[in-house]
């Protein structure tokens, strides 16, 4: 019996520590739910749910501004409309428009509280309306709502306000106003591109994905850094487009390209920000190359001839031989500037070809084999500019011929002379 008693004092024991916890646990929960309710909240009903949800939604970020407070939400309401502005580029404004129209038998009277408005960044005009006729001859009036995501009070992400319309003699009607606030943002598909050696004369080119992962339009631009320091590489690269606007989910592929100079031993690094519109951080582009300057050695590096007598006939001309060591690991190609026929060919078509030329006085190709001939781009656009050369110049020489023809036809084309009639003969015309 005295076991049995134990037993159930240690029952009756560990019920009471059960039921403790549990009312600890309520407590728990009370509080849990006086800290998460809206202290403007009413009993539930929909309306108000659904505004204790959305204020609860936006002050949780802890990035966001805090929301300001709903107002307060009678429990019957005669109609809810809903006013969505869709995704808005926050440092911007958007306007909506509606009529309202009285379709009551009495008159109308109401008024938009500016200062509760003007808290979650929304602005009406009008403010009140006075006296709006009913039926039978039913007035009407246009209100338009703009929300300034210019301010600061306004937070980043979905908002929601629950405002509802006092009328006098009426119950109120439930006004939704509902937006997305968002700072445009750009993904940039890597941080660093390594253009490892490049040959100088020629043009490395890699490519970089930007995308817009927002549901508001982005507009980028490159910014050039201020300081010097920051900016010592700064020519020697570039980028095609270097600026433009990538819509909601939209992705664009550009083009890096790297230019070494010659003569240029010491690695090329820059970094090449990117700067997006109505956002205050700028994305980061690291870009990395090395310059190769083809060179040759000669062996040796000078030549004596000797002496020989000019205009001598009989005599032996004399040669003296050098040696030509490339020391790069790639091929190079050696002309002279003076004897070489194809070169000089080569720089005149290149002359002439002066619309292929950017803004820069640089024309973009693929890089010439060693050996090959000039590139079939640049000949077709030459032979083209030719044909219309001369097409021009024959048609100016034709035109030439007929206005020569005209003057010598006009030159030696008869005259009809009026002669004074003599007295008794008629008038002749030679």
Not at 65 to 76: D, E, M, Y
Not at 300 to 312: M, Q
Request: with cysteine; hydrophobic share 30%; proline share 9%.
């Amino acid at each position: 019996n005295n076991n049995n008693n134990n037993n159930n004092n240690n029952k009756s024991g560990n019920n009471k520590n059960n039921s403790n916890n549990k009312d600890k646990n309520k407590g728990n929960s009370n509080n849990k739910n006086n800290n998460n309710a809206n202290p403007n909240s009413n009993p539930p009903n929909p309306s108000s749910t659904n505004a204790t949800t959305a204020t609860s939604g936006i002050t949780t970020s802890g990035s966001r501004s805090k929301a300001p407070p709903q107002p307060h939400i009678p429990n019957l309401v005669s109609a809810h409309y809903v006013l969505d502005f869709g995704f808005v580029t926050r440092g911007t404004a958007r306007t909506r428009k509606f009529r309202l129209t009285n379709v009551s038998c009495q008159q109308v009277s109401f008024r938009l509280e500016k200062s509760v408005l003007e808290a979650w960044g929304f602005k009406a005009d009008p403010e009140s309306v006075n006296r709006l006729p009913g039926l039978p001859d039913p007035g009407s009036v246009e209100i338009s709502i703009t929300l300034q995501a210019t301010k600061a009070s306004v937070p980043t992400g979905p908002i929601e306000l629950h405002y509802p319309v006092v009328m006098k003699g009426s119950p109120p009607v439930l006004l939704t106003l509902r937006a997305n606030i968002q700072v445009p943002e750009l993904v940039l598909g890597q941080e660093l591109l390594d253009f490892g050696s490049c040959e100088t004369g020629l043009s490395k080119v890699l490519i970089l994905e930007l995308k817009n992962p927002k549901q508001v339009p982005c507009e980028w631009s490159l910014k050039k850094p201020v300081e010097v320091t920051k900016s010592r590489d700064w020519g020697f690269f570039n980028m095609t487009p270097n600026e433009g606007v990538l819509e909601a989910e939209q992705s664009l592929k550009v083009r890096v390209i790297f230019t070494p100079q010659p003569n240029r031993e010491v690695p090329y690094s820059q970094v090449i920000p990117i700067r997006v519109n109505l956002n205050p951080k700028s994305k980061e582009l690291l870009v990395e190359g090395k310059g190769l300057t083809p060179r040759i050695q000669l062996l040796p590096n000078a030549v004596d001839c000797g002496a020989i007598l000019p205009y001598f006939e009989g005599q032996s001309p004399n040669e003296k031989r050098i040696q030509l060591f490339n020391p790069c690991n790639f091929p190079v190609e050696v002309f002279s500037l003076d004897f070489d026929r194809r070169y000089a060919e080569d720089e005149e078509v290149l002359r002439q070809v002066d619309g292929m030329y950017d803004e820069n006085g640089v024309i973009q190709l693929e890089p010439m084999a060693v050996g090959g001939l000039l590139w079939s781009e640049v000949v077709s656009y030459h032979n083209r500019k030719r044909a219309i050369a001369s097409a021009l110049a024959e048609a100016q020489q034709q035109q030439q011929q007929q206005q020569w023809r005209r003057r010598h036809l006009i030159i030696h084309s008869p005259r009809f002379v009026l002669q004074k009639k003599p007295k008794g003969q008629n008038l002749m015309m030679p």
